[in-house]
Nanobody
């Protein structure tokens, strides 16, 4: 089994910054892609950013230039630095990872989410 645990969410004012962290644990052999998704009230879950194990990253249009995704492969962790936050960034942020375990070739795992609220 693999667990993903997010941290770092909270309340921040418009224009502020916040950094989210996610750590994976369990019977991990390797992690190919790690990413962040978000789901705002009344909306579908959407990709924010993802990063491969070689460091290549992709971002959703609305966050390009404001968010930076990074990972620490040794710690099985992924981070999301968020700057110039806007009210539209308010959402529950979920960590996601494609994990190869010692018992399976690969599965997608999700964290339980961390709430980010941006107030004006």
């Amino acid at each position: 089994q693999v667990q993903l645990v997010e941290s770092g969410g909270g309340l921040v004012q418009t224009g502020g910054s916040l950094t989210l962290s996610c750590a994976a644990s369990g019977s991990i052999f390797s992690i190919n892609v790690m990413g962040w998704y978000r789901q705002a009230p009344g909306k579908q879950r959407e990709l924010v950013a993802k990063i491969k194990d070689d460091g290549r990253a992709n971002y959703a249009g609305p966050v390009k230039g404001r968010f930076i995704i990074s990972r620490d492969n040794a710690k099985n962790a992924v981070y999301l630095q968020m700057k110039s936050l806007e009210s539209e960034d308010t959402a529950v942020y979920y960590c996601n990872a494609y994990v190869r375990t010692t018992e399976s070739f690969g599965s997608i795992y999700w964290g339980n989410g961390t709430l980010v609220t941006v107030s004006s």
